[in-house]
């Protein structure tokens, strides 16, 4: 099994002013309402096999949960099924927020 890379905020950041970036949100759909990274991709209203249809596998792909410990399984799940460039945001949407609130023009 092997381990999943960890990206931060800020290197998401980045990825996001660069182009365009695979980003999966897996928290509810009202914490999903509340706020979210720039594009991502609610795993509350898709389902997984839409997710696998719609993200080109060969694409960077970066996981946000909460805090960061959920999406470390969620990223595992989707490395197993064959993405080749899997993330889990470190701290998490939380982290996120933190860094980039909503003055930013970024969420």
Request: negative net charge; proline residues 4%.
């Amino acid at each position: 099994m092997s381990q999943i890379k960890q990206m931060s905020v800020q290197q998401l950041h980045d990825l996001l002013d660069a182009g365009p970036v695979n980003v999966l949100d897996i928290r509810d759909e009202a914490s999903y309402d509340a706020g979210h990274v720039p594009n991502a991709v609610p795993l509350s209203r898709t389902p997984v096999e839409q997710c696998m249809e719609k993200f080109d596998k060969d694409q960077t792909l970066v996981v946000c949960c909460y805090h960061g410990i959920s999406s470390i399984e969620a990223a595992m799940f989707f490395s197993q099924q064959g993405f080749a460039d899997v993330h889990s945001l470190m701290g998490g949407y939380e982290a996120w927020h933190r860094s980039y609130s909503e003055d930013d023009g970024m969420e």
